[in-house]
């Protein structure tokens, strides 16, 4: 059996090194690339190369292996972080991702990659309102996304799929919803509400009080990292053209996001509601273009923050 060749862009990041696992398990040689390796733990990457993929003349070696393409690209290399990032940061993502998008998808196809893999987001939606029956893919037009980061992922998108026209690529589309897991970012400004949510409960003693961005009642689903990746998985594998939403559809608000955590950390918290970032007020999604490929999630939200969270607690009190 002819041995896949793979490149994830993104390899140092949280979902792209999840990745990197499960393609090893499943037999691929694995090339990894990203401007640093993952933070916690290292990767089976049988490569990884330490690139700046805003470069075209990175993305052009990073394609490439002794002079003949990878087979498959998956591209989860963005500046990315949680909703405070995305608001401060809306120059910084829609220059840095779009270079990285513009130059990647370029050189695989000049390269003559077969198979392209583009990690966007359930930000190229509209707002909702809490209750509106479930949006599906091509409800993503007209367009209106909330934010920059979303208009980002809408053009990327876009010039992925022109680019499968004129050259014959087979281009697949996943459009995350929220994803958390183990070795995920929980410090420094990019984390995302699971991760910052774990991290200030395990801060905080029991019968302590969290600060909270919002008001506590913006509807949200989160997916697994497994989950996740195991879409990625069978999308790449599979027909599917254009966006394909990966997400549990098991929506909670903020606050019930929350007792779920406390619950799990065995901690009575308070919650003291201030002014912050919050996004979209709601979000509700149809899953079944990504379940024709047999995906289901196989972890609650529970099950999912019930290895999560002891996993942050953990780094909390390691110091890391
Ligand atoms: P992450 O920030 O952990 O990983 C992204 C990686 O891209 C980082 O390791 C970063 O160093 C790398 N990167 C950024 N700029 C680069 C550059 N110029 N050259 C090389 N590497 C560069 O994010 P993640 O959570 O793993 O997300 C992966 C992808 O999935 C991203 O495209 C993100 O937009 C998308 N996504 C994630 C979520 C989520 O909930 N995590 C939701 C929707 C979409």
């Not at 490439?64 to 910084?92: K, N, W, Y």
């Not at 958390?180 to 990019?190: D, I, N």
Request: aromatic residues 10%; glycine residues 10%; contains cysteine.
């Amino acid at each position: 059996m002819v041995t896949k060749r793979a490149l994830v862009c993104g390899a140092g990041g949280f979902i792209g090194s999840h990745l990197v696992k499960r393609l090893k398990k499943d037999g691929y040689w694995v090339r990894g690339a990203d401007l640093k390796r993952p933070e916690f733990s290292p990767s089976p990457a049988d490569e990884f190369l330490l690139l700046d993929l805003r470069m075209p003349e990175a993305c052009a070696e990073a394609v490439r292996t002794g002079g003949a393409p990878v087979d498959e690209v998956f591209q989860l290399a963005a500046d990315m972080g949680g909703m405070g990032f995305i608001h401060s940061a809306e120059c910084e993502i829609m220059r840095n991702s779009a270079l990285v998008n513009i130059h990647m998808i370029d050189q695989a196809a000049s390269a003559g990659v077969k198979r392209y893999f583009f990690s966007s987001s359930a930000c190229v939606y509209r707002d909702m309102a809490a209750g509106e029956e479930p949006l599906s893919e091509e409800d993503a037009y007209p367009a209106l996304p909330d934010n920059e980061y979303g208009w980002e992922k809408l053009y990327a998108e876009r010039m992925a799929m022109a680019y499968g026209r004129k050259y014959g690529l087979a281009v697949r589309l996943a459009r995350f919803q929220n994803c958390y897991g183990p070795e995920g970012t929980w410090r420094g400004g990019r984390e995302k509400a699971p991760a910052a949510l774990c991290r200030k409960i395990a801060e905080a003693s029991g019968g302590g009080t969290i600060e909270v961005w919002g008001d506590g009642t913006a509807m949200r689903a989160y997916t697994f990292v497994e989950d996740m990746v195991d879409g990625i998985v069978r999308l790449m594998a599979s027909d599917l053209e254009n966006g394909v939403n990966i997400g549990r559809p098991e929506y909670v608000s903020v606050d019930e996001l929350i007792a779920i955590i406390a619950d799990i950390a065995g901690k009575e918290i308070h919650l003291n509601h201030i002014a912050g970032p919050v996004g979209v007020k709601a979000r509700n999604f149809t899953n079944d273009r990504i379940r024709s490929t047999g995906w289901t999630s196989r972890f609650s939200l529970r099950d999912g923050l019930a290895v999560t969270y002891p996993w942050i607690e953990a780094q909390v009190k390691a110091g890391r």
